[in-house]
Structure formats: C-alpha cells, structure tokens
C-alpha cells in the first residue's frame, strides 16, 4: 500500500511530530508499506537559496529558514522510512497532518493553494482515498479562505478537526458537514525517545519553549509585552533558585528568539537546547518538572505525558488543548506580568504539582483511547 503524508515538516518540532506519528500508526496497522513524503508548499532547493539571499540581504537580517527547510528535509528521508515524492506516483491514501493551514490568521493565497487543489482532485480521480487528521480550522471569514476551504472539502473523505471551535467554524462555512469528525490532538499516542546523557543533565527542571508567533501573530504591542514577561520570568526562576532552560522548538526564528531572552535577562548560564528529533524533544519535555509553552506542541507534549505546563497563547486552540485534559487555566495572560509570575510561583510547590498531574493522569488514558478509534476511521476508508 502507498500512502502520502503532506502538509508537514522537520523544523518546526510539532509538525514533525505529527508526521511520526502517522508513520508510527501505519507500520503498526499495514505491513511493508510505502510512505511517501513531500511538502509541495515550499519552494525548490534553488529557488530556496535565491530566496535565502533575498531575505538575508533585502527583506530581513540573518534569515536561515530557506536553508533550515533543506536541511530538515534532508534529515527526513535520511532518519525516516520515507520515499520523496514522484509527481507520477499513484498512492491508495493520502493524510493530511497540516495543522493550522486554513484559516484567515494565514497569508492565504488562491494561486498557492490552486496546485494543491487540482493535485488533491487528480488524486481524487485514481480513487486515493484523502483525510485531513485532526488540526484547527477556521475561522473562515474572507471570500478566498471560503472558496480554499469548500474545494477542500469537495474533495476529501474525511475532514477532522481538533476541537469543537474548528469544527464549527467548518459547519458554519459549509453547506454538507457529513465528512467532518472531531478527534483530539493525535500527537498523543507518540512516545519520546530518551536520550540517557541529555535526560540526566535536564531531569526535573523547568522547560521553557518561546514561540515568534507570539509576536508576528498578536496585535501591536503584545510582542514587547511577551518578551518583557518571558525575560521578567526567567529573572524571577533565576532568583528562585530554579534550574530551567529555553528550549528551541522550532527553528531559526525561535532560536533567535531564545538568544534574545538570554540576552535580555543577562544571565548567560542559561542552556538552550537545540534538538533535531522530534521524539528526543518529546523525551525531554516529559523529563521537566514543570513547563512554560508558546509553541502548541509544547504544550501538547508536556498534557500528553502527565508534565503540569502553563501556556501563553495566540490562538484558540491552546485553551481548547487544555478543555481536552480537563486543565482550568493553563493559558496564563503575560500582559499581565504580576499575575502570572504568581500563577507560576504558586504552581511550583509540590502540592501544586502533584494535583496538576493526577489531573493528567486520570484523563490521559481517555485520549489515547480517542485517537486509536480516530485511526480506525482512517483506515475504515481503505
């Protein structure tokens, strides 16, 4: 059987994440299979590079994302039981496993998504069955995010969303809702891969995993404020005595990130972790004591494995993440500095921990339980 994974890739963590989970799901359930991957939305390799000299030199400073992609893909079809994509290559399935893709908080062009959609319906007519897995959608309010999502739709079989929000913000956009299914974040049923001489050096302390969607994907003025808290925090942990370190989740972007809150906080002892496995990543954030998350898969990490973790958000979908474990709360308001760091100080005594992960402990089991019958869906359709 062939299948193609799409719409994922290898340097932000959690979208790698998604990606190993699908392949983990298809070696347990078909024998040999042939998994093909491919991230049709980036450019190639050369017009990567002529785009990394154009963003270093004219649009932004420093840039490395051209090059991060190529490096990230190439580690994949290394590291991974992957084929690269053939343009001619009939497949029986297709997962989608893009994350926050449809929505007006993206750039959403017609011509950028109109290669996906004529490749998606040319599938479609060799009878290869395509699912969406469980991501955030919506909402869909201009004409161009309404048109990409209802030939989407017409295409696919089986369209799941990973709250109810993102479901109706589907439902509400379209006129037929028979294909559309909720499931929880299906990242879940992934476990970390342990790393003994990294495990020993970050055993129980505090993670925290900065995200550059909290400031190019907020309103004006919550990015100074993001930082400000980030390094108000880091101060106080210091001072507390709290081992912790800043933990890249994604690439360049966020690595630069971490650089600045290092610097801002000036103290320069602080690790940061740059980890190219997705699973040894998992590993570690399961290894904390306690996490502080931008990144959604972050915080999805740190649920999934019983770890008590607070969020600052950009999104809906980190307060619905949390309503799936029963967590009130978790997303902290960092504009409000004094409040949070209370939240944080107060969460770190022992009885707070505790409480937060029997919490955890008692609804994890339910999940897991969720996506496993998400992937008798899947593969009902073939």
């Known amino acids: 059987m062939k299948i193609r994974i799409e719409g994922v890739g290898g340097v932000n963590k959690g979208a790698e994440l998604m990606l190993v989970a699908a392949i983990d799901e298809i070696y347990r359930r078909i024998e040999n299979p042939t998994i093909v991957y491919c991230d049709f939305n980036k450019k190639s390799p050369l017009r990567r590079i002529i785009s990394y000299f154009v963003f270093k030199y004219i ?26 994509y053939n343009s001619k290559m009939e497949v029986d399935l297709i997962l989608d496993a893009g994350g926050f893709q449809f929505s007006d908080q993206f750039d959403n062009d017609m011509r950028n998504s109109k290669s996906q959609i004529t490749r998606l319906n040319r599938a479609k007519e060799q009878g290869t069955k395509i699912v969406f897995l469980p991501q955030a959608f919506g909402p869909f309010r201009s004409k161009i995010s309404l048109d990409i999502i209802h030939k989407i739709y017409e295409c696919s079989d089986l369209i799941m969303a990973r709250e109810e929000v993102s479901a109706n913000h589907l439902k509400n956009a379209l006129d037929n809702i028979s294909k559309i299914k909720v499931f929880p974040d299906f990242t879940n049923l992934v476990e970390g891969k342990i790393d003994n001489d990294l495990q020993m050096d970050l055993n129980g302390k505090i993670c925290l995993i ?57 103290i320069r002892n602080i690790p940061i972790i740059n980890i190219q496995d997705s699973k ?18 972050g915080v999805a990490s740190a649920l999934s494995q019983g770890i008590p973790v607070y969020a600052t958000s950009w999104s809906h979908k980190y307060d619905l993440l949390y309503n799936d474990y029963g967590i009130e709360n978790g997303v902290i308001d960092y504009s409000d500095k004094d409040a949070s760091l209370e939240i944080i100080e107060t969460a770190l005594s022992e009885e707070s921990l505790t409480k937060y992960q029997k919490k955890l402990v008692d609804v994890i089991p339910s999940l897991k339980r969720q996506s496993r019958l998400m992937w008798d869906e899947v593969f009902s359709l073939i």
Do not use: W
């Open 59 to 84: 649009l932004r400073k420093n840039s490395k994302a051209p090059f991060d992609e190529i490096r990230s893909v190439k580690r994949l079809l290394k590291t991974l039981p992957l084929t690269s």
């Open 210 to 266: 900065p995200n550059m969607k909290m400031i190019s994907h907020t309103e004006e003025g919550d990015g100074k404020r993001y930082v400000d808290f980030f390094v108000v925090l880091m101060k106080m942990l210091y001072r507390s005595k709290e081992p912790f370190y800043l933990l890249n989740h994604e690439g360049s972007a966020d690595l630069k990130l971490c650089n600045l809150f290092r610097q801002k906080s000036k």
């Open 280 to 297: 040894k990543v998992k590993a570690v954030i399961g290894s904390a004591k306690l996490v502080i998350s931008s990144r959604y898969h």
